[in-house]
């Protein structure tokens, strides 16, 4: 390690750390659009005074900068930035010394004493430069300005002629900045691109764990070049076009397809891939994506007959890509093969995924790009990407996916759109975040000052929650204080009512071994096969039986509709009597309208969806002095799950002691496409890269490692049977940990070494011992710091930072991560070891109900609407 981050914000709506570096050359895209605004002046670059360079040098100082000084040059395009520390300036405050006193003194002169002043230390003043000036023309239409005072450090830019349907005859600015320190200059760089309103489109990707969707931001084609309310597309429609253009479909194919969503402009996320794959591979690790796409990865299956070709092709649907992504040996068992010079080479699903979602993010992103350029077809291009992940992602992720993401526009600026995508910028967002800026975004929402607001966004494959405090005097100048997330939303309560449809069979069977070997061998046989079209129709009716869930008051009778339902002669007890199969238990499903919490399967998934979000969010509101919570915004389509909302808002209130009605729950409509609104939005800041804040946990024991606190009491009180016991179990070891929210610069560094660090999802240790190494009498001080390598933990005394150790996650796969994990990826994968409902040996046979009158209508507050057709969740 050897540089210094310097905190800089980009056009007043990006913040980023720049890594000045002794000899610069990097692979990342240092790429930045600029929408030129109808302003007469905007900021390029600025850098707050309040901030401070941080040393990744050893043996050296943080510099404020309010102690730099500055020098700014501008030649060919480029700006360059000159950084030096300003040269202190002494002034000597120590006053003049009154006369001795006299030796002696008698009562009298004590009266007149005056005892001899404290000299006071001197004050150094650095002293700041004050500039304004003009740096040339950056273009035809714009030109550059310099400004430096006691506030901020900027390169400005405004307009010299009025922007109209001419385009700029200059684009790019490259801007350098060198911080000189102890006679070692440091630099790096940036590249904006000054776009045209003509040429600039904004596109925001949501690639969600159920359905996904874009929206586009533009400006009118005419002599007023406004800007216009991001439009929604469909991507849907897109991507069936996409595959029309290409030859993929028949130009008039007019079946339905599984992906499509009705009454909606989602794209439902049903992925398929060969497990023969053809194409030519020159490198298989080194290339980026499928090849043959047509041939090998389906991304639209029709209703009619499509399953049943894709299983007789071998084709095999792929599991959650967001939820998977650390988890990749969960599915070693499913191979594929790419041949090469005659010889089959084997390949992992984790040696092939990521080339899997490279493809289908370029087809998404392909599929508009098409229609952008036939509607416009001499049109050029400044692209901007927003891609909303979830929180699970670490920095490693978030690094991947965008260096991923520049090489698909870097693909297609190289071929099919040369000459037409001129330049772009890339960056991802939290999926939590987003939602907040696009609910503060709403015309009837009140949002107060220095406040702390938090998101809780449960889609279907994650939960992700963010606090974010707004500004003391713009509620826009958002900080973000904690974001977090896990595994487990909608899903996972879809794997409680196929754990209720188990335990059901179980009971309702005469033997308990014979319902365990029929649920294997005629149920969990069929789901972990390629056997697509029943895999599905299963998962289809328990996701419709969820949407129609009922609550306690009416369980009885829903059960009485269970014990006498048929598929002909057959009802749920004679399965196994008669040994029918999956197909007679698909019937029987459909032949149900509703589903109630039997067992407690159900309730105890919200208790822990609930649970595990509110206690992560305890530990700021318990040790963040100044946390206030203003507001709770609860979005994501889990949420569309009476049951889940009444438990999230029951352990908020309980636990964080807000009331009720801070508590917003977005409508229906506003559940998924809030979040992909708001990040158009460029009066709002955001710190893309940055994937969490730290918290450390101090744990009691001395030793080399840190290790884990007793065992205590579960709470909220569980069936010891229960599959989140162990996790609900690990969640309150954090009650009897000591705590230290590490981005207060307040780290216990006398207990580091019995510290873990919680960031974002993950769970962090220090490597190495040589940053424990201390000199006797030594006053040490330790803080965690964000690079895009990662997190690093720098240890100072007297302000020199004279040891810096990385961070490294600490690896929990095997053990509770995958009780998240498995329920989430169901139906794709399935371990017995997770199934609750086999493993149990409490489940005895017991007698029919007798007939009960079906429920009807919605008698419960817990129930969902049933009404409508069902929107999966």
Not at 35 to 55: A, M, Q
Not at 63 to 86: D, Y
């Amino acid at each position: 390690m050897n540089f210094y981050s310097l905190p800089i914000i980009i056009n007043d709506r990006r913040e980023m750390l720049l890594e000045l570096v002794e000899q610069y050359s990097t692979t990342r895209n240092n790429s930045y659009i600029i929408e030129v605004p109808s302003l007469t002046s905007f900021n390029l670059l600025t850098l707050l005074r309040e901030n401070t360079i941080k040393t990744f040098v050893e043996q050296s100082r943080d510099i404020p900068l309010q102690q730099i000084e500055t020098e700014c040059t501008f030649m060919n395009g480029i700006v360059t930035l000159r950084l030096f520390e300003a040269v202190p300036l002494y002034i000597n405050n120590t006053p003049e010394e009154p006369a001795a006193p006299k030796e002696k003194l008698s009562y009298e002169d004590l009266e007149d004493f005056k005892p001899k002043a404290k000299v006071q230390q001197e004050e150094v003043f650095t002293p700041v430069t004050e500039r304004n000036e003009q740096l040339g023309h950056a273009n035809s239409h714009l030109a550059l300005m310099f400004e430096a005072n006691r506030h901020a450090i900027s390169v400005k830019s405004r307009q010299i002629r009025e922007i109209n349907q001419e385009l700029f005859d200059q684009n790019k600015l490259t801007i350098r900045v060198v911080l000189e320190v102890n006679q070692q200059s440091y630099s790096s760089h940036i590249d904006l691109y000054l776009s045209h309103p003509a040429q600039f489109i904004g596109i925001a990707l949501d690639f969600g764990s159920e359905s996904s969707q874009m929206a586009v931001k533009r400006y009118t084609n005419d002599f007023n070049l406004l800007e216009k309310k991001p439009e929604i597309e469909n991507l849907f429609r897109n991507i069936v076009s996409f595959h029309k253009s290409n030859g993929w479909l028949e130009q008039n194919e007019t079946v339905d397809f599984y992906q499509e969503e009705k009454n909606t402009n989602f794209y439902k996320s049903l992925f398929f891939l060969k497990e023969q794959l053809s194409g030519h591979y020159e490198d298989i690790d080194k290339e980026v994506f499928i090849q043959d796409v047509k041939d090998n990865l389906k991304m639209l299956v029709n209703t009619k007959d499509g399953f049943n070709t894709l299983t007789r092709q071998k084709f095999h649907q792929l599991p959650n890509l967001k939820i998977i992504h650390k988890h990749e040996d969960l599915l070693n068992g499913i191979s594929f093969e790419i041949e090469k010079q005659g010889y089959g080479i084997p390949i992992k699903l984790s040696e092939i995924k990521q080339k899997v979602y490279n493809t289908i993010l370029q087809v998404m992103i392909a599929s508009f790009l098409k229609k952008e350029f036939i509607r416009y077809n001499n049109a050029t291009r400044y692209i901007r990407l927003m891609l909303l992940v979830p929180n699970i992602y670490d920095t490693n992720d978030i690094n991947y996916i965008q260096h991923q993401l520049n090489n698909i526009f870097k693909e297609l600026s190289e071929n099919e759109y040369r000459d037409k995508i001129l330049a772009w910028e890339v960056l991802t967002i939290s999926e939590s975040d987003a939602s907040f800026i696009g609910y503060i975004n709403k015309n009837n929402t009140q949002i107060q000052k220095d406040r702390d607001y938090i998101i809780i966004d449960s889609g279907k494959g994650t939960t992700d929650f963010s606090i974010i405090r707004t500004g003391k005097g713009n509620i826009f100048d958002l900080k973000p204080v904690y974001r977090n997330g896990f595994s487990g939303a909608g899903n996972m309560i879809t794997y409680a009512v196929f754990e209720t449809l188990l335990h059901y069979i179980r009971q309702t069977a005469h033997t308990s071994q014979s319902s365990i070997k029929y649920i294997k061998d005629k149920v969990v046989r069929i789901l972990t096969s390629d056997d697509l079209e029943r895999k599905n129709n299963l998962y289809s009716e328990l996701e419709r039986l969820k949407f129609n869930y009922k609550g306690a008051n009416v369980k009885a009778q829903v059960r009485g509709t269970w014990d006498n339902a048929k598929s002909g002669d057959i009802g749920f007890k004679d399965l196994i009597e008669f040994g029918d199969g999956i197909n007679t238990l698909i019937s029987l499903l459909n032949g149900i309208e509703n589903v109630a919490d039997f067992y407690n399967y159900i309730g105890e998934t919200c208790d822990f969806i609930a649970g595990s979000t509110v206690s992560y969010l305890k530990l700021i509101k318990d040790n963040k002095k100044d946390f206030n919570c203003a507001g709770i915004i609860l979005t994501g389509r889990s949420f569309m799950f009476k049951p889940l909302v009444e438990k999230m808002k029951e352990t908020l209130v309980q636990q964080l002691g807000v009331r009720e009605e801070q508590i917003n729950l977005l409508s229906s409509n506003e559940l998924k496409d809030i979040c992909i609104k708001g990040v158009f939005n460029n009066s709002i800041r955001l710190n893309a890269e940055m994937t969490g804040y730290p918290i450390q946990l101090i744990f009691g024991t001395e030793s080399n490692e840190p290790v884990a606190a007793p065992p205590v009491e579960k709470k909220p009180v569980i069936s010891r049977k229960s599959l989140f016991a162990r996790l609900f179990n690990d969640l309150n070891t954090f009650d009897k940990v000591e705590k230290v929210l590490a981005f207060d610069n307040n780290l216990n560094f006398d207990k580091l070494q019995t510290s873990q660090f919680l960031i974002g999802s993950k769970t962090y240790r220090i490597a190495g011992n040589d940053i424990f190494q201390r000199q006797p009498g030594v006053n040490y001080e330790a803080n965690v710091e964000f690079t895009h390598k990662g997190y690093y933990i720098r240890r100072k005394h007297n302000g020199i930072v004279d040891s810096i150790a990385p961070m490294k996650v600490i690896d929990d796969t095997e053990h509770n991560d995958l009780s998240l994990v498995v329920p989430s990826l169901f139906p794709n994968y399935i371990d017995e070891k997770y199934l609750n409902s086999l493993e149990r040996d409490d489940i005895v046979p017991e007698p029919s109900a007798g007939p009960v009158t079906p429920a009807s209508g919605n008698t419960s507050g817990n129930d969902n609407s049933s009404g409508q057709n069902p929107l999966y969740f």
